[in-house]
């Protein structure tokens, strides 16, 4: 692989996020608040710890990002169902609503 065929691949990616980014904006969300509400999307009840190990985000992160989801009302923070000393995070309704119509416009927009 030579250095040009990598150029072209790094702006290839980038060309690509610009799009998300841009579709994105549409509805107030950033690229990682997207992808955390995929990981809810997913997986319906989860860890702040097991978010940040599937994101591949640092804790601090994860939490910033807990945070803004939060207090648009995208998200529920609370104890878990299974254990009442950890905390969990599931999507509230607007947040799943808000996602489908998301992805749906990021899918047209990427084909």
Do not use: C, W
């Not at 692989?1 to 060309?15: K, L, P, Q, T, Y």
């Not at 997913?42 to 992160?61: C, F, N, R, Y």
């Amino acid at each position: 692989m030579n250095i040009d065929h990598v150029i072209s691949m790094i702006r290839e990616a980038r060309a690509i996020r610009q799009k998300v980014d841009r579709g994105l904006h549409a509805y107030a969300l950033s690229f990682n608040e997207f992808e955390l509400l995929y990981v809810l999307n997913i997986d319906k009840e989860v860890t702040p710890t097991a978010i940040s190990k599937l994101m591949g985000q640092s804790a601090s992160t994860v939490s910033r990002i807990l945070t803004s989801l939060s207090e648009k009302g995208l998200i529920i923070i609370g104890p878990s169902h299974e254990d009442r000393r950890k905390v969990s995070v599931v999507m509230s309704q607007e947040g799943y609503d808000l996602f489908v119509a998301s992805e749906k416009k990021l899918s047209l927009l990427l084909l």
